[in-house]
């Protein structure tokens, strides 16, 4: 069995994550500063002797002696991200060289938690990891457009030159239980709203499109990548392209709310459109997500039922 470290490991994502890993029987360490994690998301493993938290900033070095790294810690939500975007570039930049040093000293295999954002608002659709993207270097989604960006070169250059074991998963928009109830991202935005019969804010005309993965179908992603011996980088995403108002009018019906949708100002930069083309994650890793959307939604919808009921 591995020591595995997962950074942002008290996250949506790697909270899931950790559950998993620990289940395989492996040793978790999981580190987070809590900026948008919650202790919450991974209480039920608190007690377990294979599952370590600890409190720490990845700007910040950390020594350890691990096999493995998942690095996610990095806010996602364009909101929390937007708060203090001198901070995310930060995590980002500085979260990755010391994991990337980390990595290298104790010869682990490291996973970057890469991001469709490095594509920006797409030219080609659907997107294909040989597309090198349209991002606006000094626009308010940089830091984090920018900052993911970054982050590949640099697990690039540690791989050419340090031949540090890198992976890189470009990760697209993934929901389920454990979204920050104040995540501020469409999918918790819209079930909190529709379970409150409050207006459902689509922003611009809601025509954007998004691809919409389950939370449980990207873990498996994420270990069939780092036990793979392909370094990416590679799309994880499910295809399945929707509009934001096709996504609004789902989660009404699903959570058989009153609520009407009323439209906002489109934020600056968001990209037009959005879907992974998954042919190389099929080919290298033997992958494709299999669960359908309205299932993922109905799950989402009963554990925010329960959370604000709580
Ligand atoms: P999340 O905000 O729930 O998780 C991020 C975690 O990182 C949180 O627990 C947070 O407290 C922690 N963190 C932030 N800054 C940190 C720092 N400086 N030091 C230590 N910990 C820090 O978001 P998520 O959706 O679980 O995303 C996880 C990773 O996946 C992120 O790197 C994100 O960029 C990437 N990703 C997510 C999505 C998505 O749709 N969820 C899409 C693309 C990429
Ligand atoms: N969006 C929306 N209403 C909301 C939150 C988001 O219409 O309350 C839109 C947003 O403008 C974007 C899409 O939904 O076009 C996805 O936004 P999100 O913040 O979830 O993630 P992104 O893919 O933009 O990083």
Known sequence: MKRILITGGAGF??????????NEGNDIICLDNFFTGN????????GNN????????????????????????????????????????????MGIINMLGLAKRCRAKILQASTSEVYGDPKIHPQIESYWGNVNPIGIRSCYDEG?????????????????????????????????????????????????????T????GKQTRAFCYVDDMIEALIKLMNSDFIGPVNLGNPNEKTILEIAELIVK???????????????????????????????LGWQPHTDIEYGLKK???YFEKKINE
Not at 181 to 199: M, T, Y
Not at 258 to 280: A, C, F, G, H, M
């Open 50 to 93: 294979k599952f370590e938290l600890v409190r720490h900033d990845v700007i910040k070095e950390y020594l350890v002696e691990v096999d493995e790294i998942y690095n996610l810690a990095c806010p996602a939500s364009p909101i929390h991200y937007q708060y203090n975007p001198i901070k995310t570039m930060k995590t980002s930049v």
């Open 148 to 200: 993911k960006r970054c982050a590949e070169s640099l697990m690039m250059d540690y791989y050419r030159i340090n031949k540090v074991d890198i992976r890189i998963g470009r990760i697209f928009n993934t929901y389920g239980p454990r979204m920050a109830i104040n995540d501020g991202r469409v999918v918790s935005n819209f079930i909190l709203q529709a379970l409150k019969n409050e207006p459902i």
């Open 202 to 205: 689509v922003y611009g005309n």
């Open 254 to 284: 699903l959570s058989n709310s009153k609520s009407e949708i009323v439209y906002k100002e489109l934020p600056q930069d968001d990209p037009l459109q959005r879907n992974p083309d998954i042919t190389l994650a099929k080919e290298k």
């Open 300 to 302: 989402t919808i009963e």
């Open 13 to 22: 994502i790697g909270s899931h994550l950790a559950e998993k890993l620990l």
């Open 39 to 46: 202790k919450d998301n991974i209480r039920h493993l608190i």
